[in-house]
């Protein structure tokens, strides 16, 4: 059964409304953390892990769930996916994310994100059996989901293009096929995201798996070290799949809207394998702080997040310049917000660069300046292409038109993550610990700045949700009079 356009459009735009909620729901968590930080909520500090870790596992979830829906939109034009597949992905991920939230909020599981071995088992009962088991399955169904996506594009692609090296485009790189027959830019980075993404769902299953043994028979224990490895290969590589799902709403937008080609040529080919590598290797930047990693771990783990920031990023912003350099392109929310998010991307990779030094990670990974880089590079980097997409495909389903308060929303998100994240770099800088409940008076005032600025965000998002829900009435309102019209 062929997928037709209006089927591929509701499936992708009830992924981008679930991601769109959920990311706004986790903003909401995200800013009464920084008010009880402030002083300005009193909010005990069981409450507060729990909210750091709703937070942190459902922002990273709901913009991969987004990013997924992004690239599914573009590469099933290309390749033939599964709709079933798709549509499982998405059940999985509510179920997870359901049990999720039960385990958290009903039974005060609050290990964050990380989950680490052996915190949910060894809580010193602040949680019990029930509410880790109900996470740690969570995490798993829904990785379960995604890991089926990924398989399926790993599939198409291999059936379009012989194998995922040529989907990297490796016989042009080696000079077998001209530059005019490589894959476009979307096979390019789907191929890059199936490779990494496959790898760290793998990590993830197995280190959540010992750890649910782990939790049901506390005599069956692993490696510490292990486990925090599976567990930061998972995280990081999969939360940096975000921005490389969604990079691709940059190439395909500004291509169709200055009416020129992103061409995949050698220099491109080259970065999108360059990137492929270092994003399967360079988790190791946070293990800097142990002592007890093999030293060429670490020290790869250094040089390669240095040279993780070059290849894709500089071909995607430079490309971005040149194709709209005198292109007379006509500017609007879409173009706007996948714009700015090129320069979310440059200033939220400059931090993590700082970071990624070991004399500098030593004294500054523990503090608030990593959440500093990450809300740039996610929030102004990735969650603006994710947003950007919203309003693209809600212009080219519908006849929708925007009005002043989605300027203000542009405006005014742009400027409140800057704000926020410069809250965060401004506290790491102050040597404010990251995942404190309380703070002390002298690191107040940033985190209370940053709680304005993340309001301010959060009721610029309302705004894209808002012209989104108006689009998807619109778009049903349009069904059912072609339906009456049909009868």
């Known amino acids: 059964m062929e997928l037709t356009a209006k089927s591929r459009n509701s499936l992708v735009a009830m992924y981008l409304s679930v991601g769109g909620l959920i990311i706004l729901a986790m903003m909401i968590f995200g800013i009464l953390m920084l008010m009880a930080q402030g002083g300005m ?58 049990m999720v939230i039960i385990g958290v909020f009903s039974f005060e599981y609050a290990s964050a994100w990380t989950f680490l071995y052996p915190l949910p088992a060894i809580s010193a009962n602040a949680w019990g059996i029930t509410g880790a088991l109900l996470y740690l399955f969570g995490m798993l169904i829904l990785g379960i989901g995604f890991l089926l996506l990924y398989i399926d594009t790993g599939r198409a692609i291999i059936k379009k293009q012989g194998s995922l090296a040529k989907g990297l485009g490796w016989d042009v790189i080696s000079g077998k096929k001209e530059e005019k027959d490589a894959p476009t830019p979307t096979i390019v980075a789907s191929t890059m995201v199936t490779i990494v993404n496959i790898t760290a769902l793998t990590a993830g299953a197995i280190v959540l798996i010992m750890n649910i043994i782990n939790v049901i028979n506390p005599a069956f224990t692993f490696d510490p070290l292990l486990a925090k490895n599976l567990t930061f290969a998972f995280g990081h590589i999969f939360a940096n799949s975000i921005i490389y799902m969604a990079v691709i709403a940059v190439y395909e937008i500004l291509s169709k809207y200055t ?47 240095y040279a993780n920031g070059l ?35 440059v200033v939220g990779v400059v931090p993590a660069i700082i970071d990624a030094t070991i004399v500098v990670n ?18 102004l980097g990735a969650c603006a292409m994710l947003f950007g997409f919203m309003y693209y495909l809600a212009k080219e389903d519908s006849a929708i038109r925007t009005n002043v308060f989605d300027k203000f929303g542009l405006a005014g998100y742009t400027i409140a993550i800057l704000a926020l994240g410069g809250s965060f770099l401004v506290s790491g800088a102050l040597s404010t610990p990251r995942r404190w409940a309380t703070h002390f008076p002298d690191w107040m005032a940033p985190a209370n700045f940053g709680a304005v600025a993340g309001a301010l965000a959060a009721i610029a998002l309302t705004i894209y949700i808002i012209h989104f829900v108006r689009y998807m009435m619109m778009r049903n309102k349009q069904d059912k009079d072609v339906e009456k019209i049909s009868a």
Request: net charge positive.
């Open 362 to 379: 030593h004294v500054m990974h523990n503090t608030k300046w990593v959440p500093g880089h990450f809300h740039l590079y996610m929030a």
């Open 41 to 98: 909520l009193d909010l005990s500090p069981a409450a507060f892990y729990q909210f750091l870790t709703i937070h942190g596992t459902g922002m990273v979830g709901a913009a991969a769930f987004a990013a997924a829906g992004v690239m599914w939109y573009f590469l099933s034009k290309e390749v033939k996916l599964s709709k079933k597949i798709f549509k499982l992905n998405a059940v999985l991920f509510l179920v997870g994310v359901v």
């Open 259 to 305: 009416k020129r080609p992103w061409k995949a040529n050698k220099p491109f080919l080259i970065a999108w394998t360059m990137s492929t590598v270092f994003t399967l290797l360079i988790y190791t930047h946070h293990m800097l702080m142990d002592s007890v990693m093999p030293t060429w771990m670490l020290i790869m783990g250094q040089v390669l997040s």
């Open 311 to 345: 290849p894709v990023l500089i071909i995607t912003a430079y490309g971005a310049l040149m194709i709209v350099y005198k292109s007379g392109i006509k500017w609007d929310m879409a173009s706007g917000l996948i714009y700015i998010s090129m320069f979310g991307w």
